[in-house]
């Protein structure tokens, strides 16, 4: 039996029952793909799943979904980015060597880990070329969140756009949408994030430590926000009287497949969608970036890598649309090309 090594959720609880273990490396049935990993993801959605911090109203559906005593699936993680290893006997749309980027199943998870089988039906494309895997994998989450909200407000060119929120994986890659499409962009964030969002296209700044949103005298086309912890009647308030206001918490849950994610890897690929990271860790340190993002205050995205022969992406110049800071965490033989990147409001 072929083994593998796996972050492994030993119970609901904090970072520390996190735990590397050596487990059966998976075989692909017939119309699965054997997806080598480089790189996932911790979200705060991650943090909320392995300690069960959840509203009481949905304790009881969520154990019954998740795990009554301890999670039904140990193996955690839902955005990965890698290379197909191996395929099964009856799948069309995928070869062997392809580097990918994809989620995995709802309630079966599996990311943390060297290796995951998907079918090839599920959300899977192909890995932007013009960026490396950890980057990759930090599109997808933030991306097809921000597009799916987006579009259910019906944005526009010319829109005026609230962005509450706006430093974190899913705000940032709002404003850079709101970007593209034509939009006027007022950012919500700590004043030491105006400069990251700026960067990426945002047009007006407010420091929600500074200035309480509801005495924005200002009115907009779309109120989004994008990290839920502005209540609807305030929210609404804000908006034009045609205008729509989203939130992540209280307007749907984010719906998106293998079209948005190509849709996503066209524009990463033209330079208008660019990975944002705030910390990358070796897998090792699994059990550090959850203890960083519980914190509440991570800044775009927080990745791990997997990638032990080439740990640490290039850093790239600005105009070539790629992430130019970062900050990696040694260990071991991982090299370190970067420094932090500013610092936020959570997504």
């Given amino acids: ?12 609880g904090p970072p520390e029952v996190l735990k590397i273990m050596d487990v059966e490396k998976p075989s692909p049935r017939h119309n699965e793909v054997l997806i080598k990993i480089y790189a996932t ?10 300690s069960f911090k959840v509203p009481f109203s949905l304790w009881l559906p969520a154990r019954i979904a998740l795990g009554l005593i301890k999670p039904r699936k140990p193996i955690q993680g839902l955005w990965l980015s890698g290379k197909i290893e191996k395929t099964g006997t009856e799948t069309m749309k995928f070869s062997v060597n392809q580097q990918i980027y994809a989620r995995t199943l709802d309630l079966k998870l599996g990311a943390y880990a060297e290796y995951i089988c998907l079918p090839e039906d599920c959300i899977i494309g192909l890995k932007p070329k013009n960026i490396t895997y950890e980057e990759a994998v930090s599109i997808p989450f933030g991306g097809i969140t921000a597009l799916y909200f987006l579009r259910k407000a019906n944005i526009k060119k010319g829109d005026k756009v609230l962005i509450y929120g706006a430093s974190g994986s899913v705000g940032i890659s709002a404003v850079q949408l709101c970007k593209y499409f034509g939009a006027e962009i007022h950012a919500v964030c700590s004043t030491e994030n105006f400069e990251l969002v700026g960067k990426y296209g945002a047009d007006r700044f407010i420091d929600y430590k500074k200035e309480n949103i509801c005495d924005i005298k200002d009115r907009f086309d779309i109120v989004f926000d994008a990290v839920g912890k502005i209540n609807k009647s305030t929210g609404e308030k804000l908006i034009m009287e045609k205008g729509n206001y989203i939130s992540v918490m209280t307007s749907g849950h984010a719906q998106g497949g293998s079209t948005e994610l190509n849709y996503l890897t066209e524009l990463v690929e033209k330079g208008y969608l660019k990975p944002v990271i705030d910390k990358c860790y070796p897998f090792e340190q699994m059990v550090e970036a959850h203890r960083y993002v519980e914190r509440g205050h991570k800044k775009g995205n927080v990745v791990i890598s997997l990638n032990n022969d080439n740990y640490m992406f290039n850093v790239h110049n600005q105009d070539k649309g790629t992430l130019k800071n970062h900050t990696s965490h040694k260990q071991g033989n991982f090299n370190s090309t970067g420094q932090d990147i500013y610092g936020g409001v959570q997504a």
Avoid: F, H, L, P
């Fill in 1 to 12: 039996m072929e083994k593998m090594k796996a972050i492994v959720c030993t119970k609901y």
């Fill in 41 to 50: 993801t911790v979200s705060s959605g991650d943090c909320r799943m392995r």
